[in-house]
């Protein structure tokens, strides 16, 4: 299946990523839980706001087999 995403959010991601990174050069556990929090909800945004491209296809996985080998489908 193919998403599409808009700019705002890859920012959101982009954010999230520069969050864990500041993870590392932070001691303090609270801060860091913290920071992790942040991230987390920033990721969680970025998934739930994944919209389906919509295809010309009526299903995004493709049929493929070859002589003498098991159906298998590709997503």
Excluded: N
């Excluded at 913290?34 to 920033?42: D, F, G, H, N, V």
Aim: net charge negative.
């Amino acid at each position: 299946m193919v998403y599409t995403t808009d700019e705002a959010q890859l920012l959101g991601l982009w954010t999230a990523t520069r969050l864990l990174r500041e993870i590392r050069r932070v001691d303090d556990p609270m801060a860091q839980a913290e920071l992790l929090t942040k991230a987390q909800i920033l990721l969680t945004a970025f998934i739930a706001g994944l919209e389906p491209r919509i295809c010309d296809q009526t299903s995004s996985a493709t049929l493929r087999a070859g002589l003498d080998e098991m159906v298998t489908f590709d997503a």
